[in-house]
């Protein structure tokens, strides 16, 4: 079938569903901006949910170093020692860790002292012990002292004291307690790096440089500048020991030199002035669950395989029932909380994996939001409901493979608002289409009703690709038949005018019930005349037979018409141009071009009560039809004779 009119591409629905689609991403996007915090935690939540929490498809899940394990004094504990943890149960701990060859030990236990004599009596003892059984500065503990604790005699304990950082809850959302670890914190006696980052520099082996070394690694990833940003009051505290400016601050902000790798880092608002108001996403893609975790009271008497702890990072702290509600998290993987041990080795596993998540550039969202939304609006309205569905499908699993790499590669993508965006986009894209189809259907309706059966009507309207015959016009082969009334002038001149009418309409009648017997197309009435198509606009590979059997049964139908009046016919086979012509005001479906004027000159030639068909329509039928030649005869515009024949018999075969 060849197309003529290139109007049959329909502009109309891709047009309307990108608009749709834009209008969806803009409605969307509007909720993300206005939303702002609330917006982005609500996105990051649904994220959690697919990415992190058990029970879930965990598709951020990453696999644990091995490098870190937890040692917890629990129930089982306090049963086998009978007491809590003291000092000497600590030296034996400590002591056992260190000669079965722990890369580094962080005692993240709070250790606090509320003045000088409090010092002497509890804490120096501990720090003692420490700088006793790890000469090498790879143990430390969480110490707290008050300001009248004399400066230089903790300043001989420096590499003794770490602090844990998590446990002051310092950004000001809640829900962020257990999400981003704080990169360093000031006590009032020196600036220092929290348990995380201090661990990693040592289990890696890289030097930190000393306070000077990590004030340095501080300004470059701009952190300096950052904090007093945030506390300019902490520019006094923010200087090296000698009391010298450590830096002029640095505005640049750049990723977080840890060990041998470089972090990205998240600025928070920060309840407290002495914690830096910059810290890690803690990724729990590392299941906390899944953390070598022992018995304190098992290390502290040697009951445990030295293998366990070897070249390790090893944190000791209370079990979460031994842990008052403020020093218990609330995580996303899980319902239930977790203690510091596991937020701080999920804390650690981060920085050794070297993949911290941020934020991706401000235009990525919305472009994936438009993108995905727009496209799935074109596709629903492009197809069927099935395809539509499995379209939309693909592209909200298209973009969660794009969310889920986007994550594992540390970068926060919306998976909250995008997804339903593109969802509604495809059912508007669905609501396109079937709003066109309802058009095409009373289209079809309104051009179609009148001319052929209804049956052929609801056929038509199945058929979009038909679209091209309602806005334009295709070349196909046609058999054209047509029927005229013989003496129905004279006829008329006898009988009034509304009698000429009834009489014309149920001769009409009977020919067009006859038609839509064998589903052919009325074309048109031409006075006393009528024009019928067959193989148009539907498919009929048996077109010529149809034609024959329909003007068989209208003369025989005609002979024993009370009106006395007769027919002749004409039929032929051959190319025309079928379509609509006319204009929006008035238009009609017909058939152009020399087929249909050879019809009407063998209609001419047809005597009363005869059916005249050329040689074309003979050629094609079966041997149900009886036929007698006639002579050739000369139809204008056709250089040879045209062969012609007149039916005179037919027999159904289907009837018998």
């Given at each position: 079938m060849k197309t003529i009119s290139k109007s049959n591409r329909r502009w109309w629905r891709p047009l309307v569903s990108i608009g749709c689609g834009v209008l969806c991403s803009l409605f969307f996007l509007a909720a993300m901006i206005w939303g702002g915090q609330t917006a982005f935690e609500f996105s990051r939540m649904v994220g959690d949910a697919a990415m992190l929490r058990e029970g879930g498809p965990r598709l951020g899940a990453r696999e644990l170093s091995g490098k870190v394990v937890l040692v917890s004094f629990g129930e089982a504990s306090a049963v086998r020692m009978g007491k809590k943890p003291d000092i000497e149960t600590d030296r034996k701990l400590y002591q056992q860790l260190i000669d079965a060859d722990a890369k580094v030990v962080a005692d993240l236990r709070n250790l606090v002292c509320t003045d000088p004599a409090d010092f002497e009596a509890k804490v120096r003892p501990t720090l003692d012990l420490i700088q006793k059984v790890a000469p090498n500065g790879n143990l430390a503990r969480d110490v707290f002292m008050t300001l009248d604790v004399d400066y230089e005699v903790v300043g001989s304990y420096r590499d003794c004291i770490v602090h844990h950082g998590m446990s002051f809850r310092s950004p000001t959302m809640v829900n962020r307690h257990s999400r981003i670890f704080p990169i360093a914190m000031h006590d009032y006696f020196a600036l220092r790096e929290t348990f995380p980052f201090?661990?990693?520099?040592?289990?890696?082996?890289?030097?930190?440089?000393?306070?000077?070394?990590?004030?340095?690694?501080?300004?470059?990833?701009?952190?300096?500048?950052q904090w007093m940003d945030f506390f300019p009051e902490m520019e006094n505290l923010l200087q090296l020991s000698s009391g010298e400016e450590a830096i002029t601050p640095n505005p640049i902000q750049s990723d977080y030199q840890v060990g041998d790798q470089e972090v990205s880092w998240i600025g928070f608002g920060s309840e407290f002035p002495t914690v830096s108001p910059a810290g890690v996403w803690v990724d729990y893609g590392f299941n906390p669950g899944e953390l070598t975790r022992l018995e304190y009271g098992d290390l502290a008497d040697g009951d445990f395989d030295p293998e366990l702890v070897r070249g390790k990072a090893v944190l000791i702290d209370m079990e979460l029932s031994f842990v008052p509600a403020s020093d218990r998290y609330d995580i996303p993987i899980r319902d239930r909380q977790a203690d510091a041990l596991e937020v701080t080795g999920v804390a650690i596993e981060t920085l050794l994996n070297g993949v911290t998540m941020r934020l991706a550039a401000w235009y990525v969202s919305p472009a994936l939001l438009f993108g995905f939304s727009i496209f799935a609006c074109v596709i629903a309205a492009s197809f069927r409901a099935r395809w539509a569905l499995l379209g939309v499908g693909v592209l909200l699993l298209a973009y969660l493979v794009i969310c889920t790499l986007a994550f594992r590669d540390g970068w926060f993508l919306d998976m909250a608002f995008t997804p339903v965006s593109i969802f509604l986009a495809?059912?508007?894209?669905?609501?396109?289409?079937?709003?066109?189809?309802?058009?095409?259907?009373?289209?079809?309706t309104d051009l179609f009703g009148r001319y052929v059966p209804r049956a052929v009507v609801n056929q038509l309207v199945q058929q979009s690709e038909l679209q091209a015959i309602v806005v334009g016009g295709v070349t196909r082969e046609v058999t054209v038949m047509f029927a005229d009334i013989r003496g129905f002038t004279q006829f008329s001149e006898r009988l009034q005018p509304e009698d000429v009418l009834e009489e014309l309409n149920g001769l009409l009648e009977v020919m067009v019930r006859c038609t839509f017997e064998e589903e052919g197309t009325v074309d048109k009435f031409i006075g006393d005349a009528i024009l019928v198509l067959f193989n148009a606009p539907l498919d009929?590979?048996?077109h010529a037979e149809r034609a024959c059997r329909v003007a068989w049964r209208i003369q025989e139908a005609l002979r024993s018409h009370e009106s006395g009046l007769s027919i002749g016919i004409g039929i032929h086979t051959g190319k025309a141009v079928v379509g609509?012509?006319?204009?929006?005001?008035?238009?009609?479906?017909?058939?152009?071009g020399n087929t249909v004027n050879v019809a009407s000159r063998l209609c001419d030639r047809a005597a009363a009560g005869e059916i005249v068909v050329s040689g074309e329509v003979a050629r094609q039928l079966n041997g149900s039809f009886q036929m007698e030649a006639n002579e050739p005869m000369q139809v204008k515009g056709i250089a040879e004779s045209l062969a012609t024949s007149r039916l005179v018999g037919y027999q159904d075969v289907a009837s018998e």
């Amino acid at each position: 079938m060849k197309t003529i009119s290139k109007s049959n591409r329909r502009w109309w629905r891709p047009l309307v569903s990108i608009g749709c689609g834009v209008l969806c991403s803009l409605f969307f996007l509007a909720a993300m901006i206005w939303g702002g915090q609330t917006a982005f935690e609500f996105s990051r939540m649904v994220g959690d949910a697919a990415m992190l929490r058990e029970g879930g498809p965990r598709l951020g899940a990453r696999e644990l170093s091995g490098k870190v394990v937890l040692v917890s004094f629990g129930e089982a504990s306090a049963v086998r020692m009978g007491k809590k943890p003291d000092i000497e149960t600590d030296r034996k701990l400590y002591q056992q860790l260190i000669d079965a060859d722990a890369k580094v030990v962080a005692d993240l236990r709070n250790l606090v002292c509320t003045d000088p004599a409090d010092f002497e009596a509890k804490v120096r003892p501990t720090l003692d012990l420490i700088q006793k059984v790890a000469p090498n500065g790879n143990l430390a503990r969480d110490v707290f002292m008050t300001l009248d604790v004399d400066y230089e005699v903790v300043g001989s304990y420096r590499d003794c004291i770490v602090h844990h950082g998590m446990s002051f809850r310092s950004p000001t959302m809640v829900n962020r307690h257990s999400r981003i670890f704080p990169i360093a914190m000031h006590d009032y006696f020196a600036l220092r790096e929290t348990f995380p980052f201090w661990v990693v520099q040592r289990l890696t082996g890289q030097p930190n440089g000393g306070e000077a070394g990590f004030y340095q690694r501080l300004d470059r990833a701009g952190l300096i500048q950052q904090w007093m940003d945030f506390f300019p009051e902490m520019e006094n505290l923010l200087q090296l020991s000698s009391g010298e400016e450590a830096i002029t601050p640095n505005p640049i902000q750049s990723d977080y030199q840890v060990g041998d790798q470089e972090v990205s880092w998240i600025g928070f608002g920060s309840e407290f002035p002495t914690v830096s108001p910059a810290g890690v996403w803690v990724d729990y893609g590392f299941n906390p669950g899944e953390l070598t975790r022992l018995e304190y009271g098992d290390l502290a008497d040697g009951d445990f395989d030295p293998e366990l702890v070897r070249g390790k990072a090893v944190l000791i702290d209370m079990e979460l029932s031994f842990v008052p509600a403020s020093d218990r998290y609330d995580i996303p993987i899980r319902d239930r909380q977790a203690d510091a041990l596991e937020v701080t080795g999920v804390a650690i596993e981060t920085l050794l994996n070297g993949v911290t998540m941020r934020l991706a550039a401000w235009y990525v969202s919305p472009a994936l939001l438009f993108g995905f939304s727009i496209f799935a609006c074109v596709i629903a309205a492009s197809f069927r409901a099935r395809w539509a569905l499995l379209g939309v499908g693909v592209l909200l699993l298209a973009y969660l493979v794009i969310c889920t790499l986007a994550f594992r590669d540390g970068w926060f993508l919306d998976m909250a608002f995008t997804p339903v965006s593109i969802f509604l986009a495809g059912v508007l894209g669905v609501g396109v289409r079937y709003f066109e189809e309802i058009r095409w259907r009373q289209r079809i309706t309104d051009l179609f009703g009148r001319y052929v059966p209804r049956a052929v009507v609801n056929q038509l309207v199945q058929q979009s690709e038909l679209q091209a015959i309602v806005v334009g016009g295709v070349t196909r082969e046609v058999t054209v038949m047509f029927a005229d009334i013989r003496g129905f002038t004279q006829f008329s001149e006898r009988l009034q005018p509304e009698d000429v009418l009834e009489e014309l309409n149920g001769l009409l009648e009977v020919m067009v019930r006859c038609t839509f017997e064998e589903e052919g197309t009325v074309d048109k009435f031409i006075g006393d005349a009528i024009l019928v198509l067959f193989n148009a606009p539907l498919d009929q590979t048996d077109h010529a037979e149809r034609a024959c059997r329909v003007a068989w049964r209208i003369q025989e139908a005609l002979r024993s018409h009370e009106s006395g009046l007769s027919i002749g016919i004409g039929i032929h086979t051959g190319k025309a141009v079928v379509g609509n012509v006319g204009t929006p005001q008035r238009m009609e479906y017909t058939a152009i071009g020399n087929t249909v004027n050879v019809a009407s000159r063998l209609c001419d030639r047809a005597a009363a009560g005869e059916i005249v068909v050329s040689g074309e329509v003979a050629r094609q039928l079966n041997g149900s039809f009886q036929m007698e030649a006639n002579e050739p005869m000369q139809v204008k515009g056709i250089a040879e004779s045209l062969a012609t024949s007149r039916l005179v018999g037919y027999q159904d075969v289907a009837s018998e």
